[in-house]
């Protein structure tokens, strides 16, 4: 299936199957996770609780970064099952090719 997702140009590039998350955003520009499914109410497109985080050039999910530390109990708790159903720290498990926009257009150049 070809699908054209949009990245922000300063996006790391999607590591290999395995390796840790570099914030690439890919995995939830493609699709929700089951978490990011309620958050979103689709389950096909991008997770609308991905965010792009300008100082650190890269994407990060939103419903971790609303369970930060120093909020108390509950923050702490919210944060440990957001890690848990987005697979945090299970390294990269998107089977998905990324094309650049460099290459479509290598592809078409005579």
């Not at 790391?12 to 995995?27: H, R």
């Not at 096909?44 to 939103?62: I, P």
Request: aromatic fraction near 6%; proline fraction near 7%; include cysteine.
């Amino acid at each position: 299936m070809h699908q054209v997702i949009h990245i922000h140009p300063e996006a790391p590039a999607k590591p290999a199957i395995g390796q840790p998350c570099n914030g690439c955003g890919v995995c939830c520009l493609a699709e929700p996770c089951p978490v990011g499914m309620l958050v979103s109410r689709k389950r096909h497109g991008a997770c609308k609780a991905l965010v792009w985080a300008d100082g650190e050039g890269r994407y990060r999910c939103g419903l971790m970064l609303a369970g930060r530390p120093g909020g108390g109990l509950w923050r702490a708790v919210w944060r440990r099952w957001a890690a848990r159903w987005i697979s945090a720290g299970s390294g990269c498990d998107a089977t998905i090719e990324v094309e650049s926009a460099a290459d479509r257009s290598r592809q078409f150049t005579p």
